[in-house]
């Protein structure tokens, strides 16, 4: 860990070119070693047991040159202690005479090393090393007995800022989650200030003597104490001072009776005793580490007259440190006084000139770092540092140590676990317990006693500040909850000052907002006992308030719904009775679920009788912090449908939804349009990484770095019976076709399954599939892959399935580069008569008067095809020729034939001729966008007087016909004539019309107004519906317009005059056409 320790201290000192001239015989050292003596050298260093040496993080170690081994050693066991550190890595990797050169060397240039166990050559030396011994390893909260971890290793960089915020600023800080509150970091984190620069002067020249570090409970105060004073036993930084002591306020309160400076000295100093003469002797030479202020249980405001000037009189605690405080003890020392922010005030009445330093906890870089030091292995690291990343809440709550320590104890446990960290058992909730654990864990006694109280009413003041979207409170309203008199409150609450005219006026808020969302749904669940009987500021313990308030206002409520389930959860609310003293209701829990099962009956649900979909990913983002399987399937039982659109899934996001899946017995379709599974931090994708490369493309191999690996493997654990399975344009890759071939072999229910516009599933994904397909998938019906980025290899592929697949009736191929090859490929599939296809669409696939040739060969063999799309292709008359030889062989059944865009002229209408003189089956021919002449049309149109047969409707808009030939072809009695323009139902600049495949509108016919509550539209008039989402492709859609048409009256243009409807999926997509100009529609 970083302290930029490397800009302290007096440059040209005597210690630091004893410093300089030890590295220098460490480097020679270092590149005398062969590259494998090297590598065994660092290894040692960050793996081996020496004697007691603190090891260095193999992260650090793994690519360090000579130079960057050598920086590091220094470092982390300062000048000579480094050298010691070499000889005894060089005997441990048996180069002995490496050792004796090195030993040799030392003692020619620095002298003799000391002997173990002979006096030290001076007391600040022997001093320095007793700190190193009793500084350099800590314990963990959790940690066992003989279990220890190097100070050095643990440690990361904060983020210190000497300058004051505003309210405005301060809010944001609390306020901020996510990429939002990492962006306010990195801002803070550019003026920030490093440990080693405290005391240094500052523009103008002034030196401080006092220096305050601020800190919220479990920000890191009392870790970078103690790393201080390693690093300067280290040589590391403030080598101005001859003696650094460091007191703890805590270990101070125990002293009973009169005690001097001296004897405080001799208690907090390790090591023998110090000539204490001699050392007070020169206090300009000494600092002071006072370790939380905040902890100290006794009035510090005493009179002058009755402190005490000198070292060795003996007076009560209290007036000792006052003394040291306030300058009339040891007045020329340096002090560096830790506190929590709720006890600034008071310090502030003790200290003149003093210079303030706030730790705002880490930076997104310092996380990344202090993961890494904490796991050692650069894999799982990075595996926790992407989980975390994706959790937007707890990536933010990680800028406070003690949390990341929390969240990286509990990741390290789960990823030594079968299931990783798919299967996580902590929570959201989990880890904030834990949190508010460990920052309890420190009282003891009378401070204990009042936890339920002051928790109690410091869930009424965040409830309060939720309610009214505060996140600073008053000084009155503190007191007013009688929250000012408890010693427990510097834990949960900081207080803040700011400029008020010409005084500063106190604020208190909680660390963050999250913090206080937590407390405040709380405050829902505790049991009333005692004083809480009558809550204070007036607010009700009714959850159906809170409940009604998050539907109105969602946002300002959204986390305190989701710790309410959260703590709902038995092993939770049992945890956190242990740990406060309170009691926690399980009550509302029939309220909750209620609530949740409504909460998807939306009005435009309501309108479209579609209630048993689950719309809303929040929904099981609540179902998630329950974590009770029983309880999960009770809540989903009323639903059959999972419908999301346009999210962008994080890691979180898809353990979440996983979890919910796991647990839906009764899905039956599954929905997620425009969502994007994201798998890699955005830092990770930036740029070439080469390395990584390989072990990527084996992961992708085996599927475990396919985004949906996670969401298959729940569809098949639920035991659901899934029928209907989309995953439109959710960007996924050729990996997925294996994760989706296995839910197609363990799901026999399912009928459909779209993947349309995910461009980058290409042939991979399609072989990968198909394997799944010939393991199972007996009742698939549709497989819509259109824009998928497939050639004429899927195509053969596809061959080889659709005999085995008699089941399926619609395959959908269109936006696909598969060309005439292609479909000669897949032809031979076509034409074996185990195959039963009904519908195939293969418009703008780049196809050529061959593939007509191709496809009408098939026709005659192929009896089921029913409907056959190729708009978009550039297959001219020739193709329209050569197609019309199948569609006049009487063994031909087709019914729909689309054309559109296909670069036809009048000429091919003497070949439609001759197909309807022949009596087919046709009752859909599709010419529109086509440059068709008037002459050739209204012969058509005589044929078709004269020989209607079966078609019913004749699609030519923007066939360039003038109104007289429109007019002749409108009169035609059996034949229904269809000009109108397009209008579909779905706009907007990101088209989200699942399964629509011609890209957005030019035009938007709906216009509805804000009064409609029907659909619970709301807004001015051209509303868009895109967000809504419309089940089964576009008969969402189309069934709204039913709904409509029932329940509301027309008010501005006349109802549509009924027109012969495409079949769905029709030639332009699945789209549905509203060919009236403009509707506005009201209750």
């Known amino acids: 860990m970083h302290t930029d320790s490397s800009r302290s201290g007096a ?32 290894n040692a260093l960050a793996h081996a047991e020496l004697r007691g040496c603190s090891r260095i993080p193999w992260g650090r170690l793994e690519k360090a040159d000579w130079i960057d081994t050598k920086n590091l050693m220094l470092e982390f066991y300062g000048a000579e202690a480094a050298l010691d550190v070499a000889i005894t890595v060089l005997e441990h990797i048996h180069l002995r005479h490496a050792a004796a050169l090195l030993r040799e060397s030392r003692e020619r240039a620095l002298g003799p090393a000391p002997l173990l166990g002979s006096s030290p050559p001076d007391h600040r030396s022997g001093y320095k090393r007793a700190v190193r011994q009793a500084y350099s390893r800590m314990k963990d909260l959790n940690a066992r007995v003989g279990e220890s971890v190097s100070l050095s290793e643990r440690y990361a960089r904060l983020v210190m800022v000497t300058e004051h915020r505003d309210e405005q600023q301060r809010e944001c800080e609390i306020a901020a989650v996510g990429r939002r509150h990492a962006d306010v970091m990195k801002e803070r984190a550019s003026s920030s200030i490093a440990v080693a620069d405290l005391f240094k002067p500052d523009t103008e020249g002034w030196s401080p003597k006092e220096v305050v570090l601020l800190g919220a409970a479990g920000m890191g105060k009392t870790m970078t104490a103690r790393k201080i004073m390693l690093d300067w036993a280290c040589d590391r930084m403030f080598e101005e001072f001859n003696y650094v002591f460091y007191i703890h306020c805590r270990e101070g309160n125990l002293l009973a ?46 009179p002058w007259c009755e402190l005490c000037a000198e070292p060795y009189e003996r007076r009560p605690v209290d007036v000792i440190l006052t003394s040291l405080f306030r300058r009339r003890l040891l007045c020329q020392s340096s002090l560096l006084i830790t506190t929590r922010p709720a006890a600034l005030q008071s310090l502030r009445q003790l200290l003149e000139h003093e210079r303030c330093a706030e730790i705002l906890g880490f930076s997104e870089a310092d996380r990344r770092e202090y993961f890494q030091q904490f796991f ?53 909730t989990g880890i904030y317990v834990l949190y508010l654990s460990a920052l309890l864990s420190s009282l003891r006694g009378r401070q204990r006693q009042d936890v339920p109280a002051v928790l109690r009413r410091l869930c009424c003041l965040a409830a309060g500040g939720v309610r009214r979207q505060r996140v600073l409170f008053e000084e009155k309203e503190v007191q007013g909850l009688a929250l000012g008199r408890q010693d427990a409150l510097p834990l949960l609450l900081n207080e803040h ?53 998050y539907g109105n206002s969602r946002n300002y409520f959204i986390l305190t719904v989701r710790f309410l389930f959260g703590l709902l959860n038995e092993d939770r609310r049992r945890e956190l009775e242990q740990k406060t003293g309170c ?23 309501l309108l479209m009788e579609e209630t048993g979909l689950v719309r809303d990913l929040e929904l099981c983002h609540c179902l998630y912090e329950l974590q009770d399987e029983r309880l999960v399937a009770a809540a989903l039982r009323p639903f059959t449908g999972l419908c999301l659109r346009g999210l962008n899934l994080n890691r979180f996001d898809q353990v979440v939804l996983s979890f919910s899946l796991r647990s839906f017995r009764g899905l039956q379709a599954l929905e997620l349009g425009h969502c994007c599974f994201l798998w890699d931090e955005p830092e990770d994708t930036a740029g070439p990484q080469p390395q990584k490369k390989p072990h990527r493309e084996a992961q992708e191999e085996e599927c475990t770095l396919s985004p949906i690996h996670m969401l298959c493997q729940a569809l098949e654990a639920s035991g659901c019976k899934l029928k209907t399975l989309r995953l439109d344009r959710c ?56 824009q998928c980025g497939l050639t004429e290899l899927s195509c053969e592929i596809l061959a080889t399935v659709l005999p085995d697949t008699p089941s399926l009736a619609e395959l959908h191929l269109g936006g696909n580069a598969v060309g005439d090859s292609g479909v000669w490929q897949l032809s031979r599939g076509l034409q ?4 039963r296809l009904h519908t195939l669409r293969l418009w703008q696939c780049g196809l050529t008067e061959l593939s007509c040739e191709t496809l009408a060969a098939v026709l005659p063999d192929t009896p089921s095809l029913a409907e056959l799309h190729l708009g978009g292709n550039a297959v001219g008359d020739g193709g329209v020729r050569r197609l019309s030889r199948g569609l006049r062989d009487p063994r031909c059944r087709l019914h729909t034939l689309s054309l559109w865009q296909c ?72 034949v229904k004539l269809i000009t109108a323009p397009w209008r579909f139902l779905l706009p907007g600049p990101d088209w989200k019309c699942c399964g629509c495949s011609r890209g957005p509108p030019q035009s938007f016919g709906l216009v509805v107004r804000a009064s409609n509550t029907v659909c619970g539209l709301t807004g001015a008039a051209g509303v868009g519906l895109e967000q809504n989402a419309f089940t089964h492709r576009c008969d969402g859609a189309r069934v709204l317009l039913q709904r409509l048409n029932q329940r509301c009256n027309i008010l501005h243009g006349r109802k549509p005059r009924a027109q012969p409807s495409r079949t769905r999926g029709s030639s332009r997509g699945e789209g549905t056409e509203v060919t009236t100009a403009k509707l506005s529609l009201t209750h």
């Open 731 to 786: 960007e996924l890759s050729g990996a997925c076709g294996a994760a989706l071939g296995s839910v197609l072999g363990s799901n026999p229910a399912l009928t459909e399954l779209g993947l349309a516009g995910n461009k980058d599933l290409g042939d991979k994904g399609v072989r990968l599939l198909c394997e799944g397909l010939r393991r199972g998938a007996g009742s698939l019906r549709a497989l819509r892959l259109w």
């Open 583 to 605: 009691k926690i209701s399980a009550r509302v829990m029939q309220d909750l679920l209620e609530w949740l099962q409504d909460s998807q009956k939306t009005a435009l649900a």
């Open 11 to 42: 440059p040209g000192s005597g210690r630091r070119q004893g410093q300089g001239r030890a590295g220098e015989l460490l480097l020679r050292t270092l590149e005398d070693l062969s590259q494998l003596d090297f590598k065994g050298f660092r």
């Open 257 to 302: 009776g009169e005690a001097s400076m001296a004897d405080l000295l001799e208690q907090c100093c390790p090591g023998s005793a110090l000539p204490l003469d001699e050392v007070l002797q020169q206090s300009e030479k000494l600092l002071f580490i006072i370790d939380g202020f905040d902890e100290l249980r006794f009035s510090v405001e005493q």
């Open 376 to 428: 050692g292995s650069t894999e799982q690291a990075a595996a926790a540092f992407r989980f975390v990343r994706g959790h937007e809440l707890l990536f933010t709550m990680c800028l406070v140590p003690i949390v990341c320590w929390i969240v990286c104890t509990v990741l390290r446990q789960q990823l030594s676990c079968a299931g990783g960290l798919a299967h996580s058992p902590r929570t959201t």
């Open 903 to 974: 670069g036809l002229s009048g000429a091919c209408c003497e070949d439609v001729c001759s197909v309807l003189r022949a009596g087919c089956t046709l009752e859909t021919l599709d010419l529109s966008e086509n440059n068709l002449d008037n002459g050739s049309v209204r012969v058509l149109c005589g044929v078709l007087g004269q020989h209607p047969g079966s078609l019913q409707a004749l699609w030519l808009q923007s066939s360039g016909l003038d109104e007289e030939t429109l007019q002749e072809a409108a009169a035609l009695e059996q």
């Open 497 to 549: 000052l700011f400029q008020k005219d010409i005084f500063c006026v106190s604020s208190y808020s909680f660390i963050h907002l999250s913090f206080q969302e937590f407390f405040a749904a709380l405050f829902y669940l505790l049991e009333d006992e005692g004083e809480a009987q009558e809550t204070p500021m007036g607010l009700s313990r009714d959850v159906k308030e809170l409940l009604e308030s």
């Open 832 to 835: 074996d008569p185990r195959c």
